[in-house]
Antibody, heavy 123, light 111 residues
Framework: QVTLRESGPALVKPTQTLTLTCSFSGFSLNTRGMCVTWIRQSPGKALEWLAL???????YYSTSLKTRLTVSKDTSKDQVVLNMTNMAPADTATYYC???????????????WGRGTLVSVSP | QSALTQPPSASGSPGQSVTISCTGT?????????VSWYQHHPGKAPKLLIY???KRPSGVPHRFSGSRSGDTASLTVAGLQAEDEADYYCSSYAGRNMDVIFGGGTKLTVL
């Protein structure tokens, strides 16, 4: 059974760096074809793709946010960590992590998601 | 990239069929076979319903189907059931990098 769970601070101040952790089970990021990705949804806005890390440790970032994002993995802990620098009120959103299984459902479909974690940015 | 365009709401009675549209451009929906649909009950994890325009993951009922015409993709839910009441989101590969763009979501109400 595949599960993912996001964790991190509920509140950060402007200019701070946000660190979120995605803890997963039921698959390994050492397995060829497996990836973990991050998506967010700000209140009243569409979902927004942020970043991806794959089984070979290759990383990909949203074109519009790549200067602020870093994603890494710890396969011994089955965790993926997202860092986002210089947080602003516009970054207030629910942040989700999700799995990609490239050889099952392709490169751009997210077959399992976490429930998300709400992060507010306020002084 | 701009978000994909979905109607904010849709509705139908139990047993009826409902189709939700998702409009993009030739650079995303019209240019690649990477359209996905997700069902989201608030407070729960979103669920993948359709990938690569028409494909259903194992375990998704056949009454959920996807299609595409030009730059518009569609999700059809046949034989509406009460548990289908949820938010539905489309997504598409945006044509560069690994960027994926999403629709704004459609709230489906089962009357």
């Amino acid at each position: 059974q595949v599960t993912l769970r996001e964790s991190g601070p509920a509140l950060v101040k402007p200019t701070q760096t946000l660190t979120l952790t995605c803890s997963f089970s039921g698959f390994s990021l050492n397995t060829r074809g497996m990836c973990v990705t991050w998506i967010r949804q700000s209140p009243g806005k569409a979902l927004e793709w942020l970043a991806l890390i794959d089984w070979e440790d290759d990383t990909y970032y949203s074109t519009s946010l790549k200067t602020r994002l870093t994603v890494s993995k710890d396969t011994s802990k089955d965790q993926v960590v997202l860092n986002m620098t210089n947080m602003a009120p516009a970054d207030t959103a629910t942040y989700y992590c999700a799995r990609i299984s490239r050889f099952t459902s392709g490169w751009y479909a997210y077959d399992f998601w976490g429930r998300g974690t709400l992060v507010s940015v306020s002084p | 990239q701009s978000a994909l365009t979905q109607p904010p709401s849709a509705s139908g009675s139990p047993g009826q069929s409902v189709t939700i549209s998702c409009t993009g451009t030739g650079s995303d929906i019209g240019g690649h076979d990477y359209v996905s649909w997700y069902q989201h009950h608030p407070g729960k994890a979103p669920k993948l319903l359709i990938y690569e325009v028409v494909k259903r993951p194992s375990g998704v009922p056949h009454r959920f189907s996807g299609s595409r015409s030009g730059d518009t993709a569609s999700l059809t839910v046949a034989g509406l059931q009460a548990e289908d009441e949820a938010d539905y989101y489309c997504s598409s590969y945006a044509g560069r990098n690994m960027d994926v763009i999403f629709g704004g979501g459609t709230k489906l109400t089962v009357l």
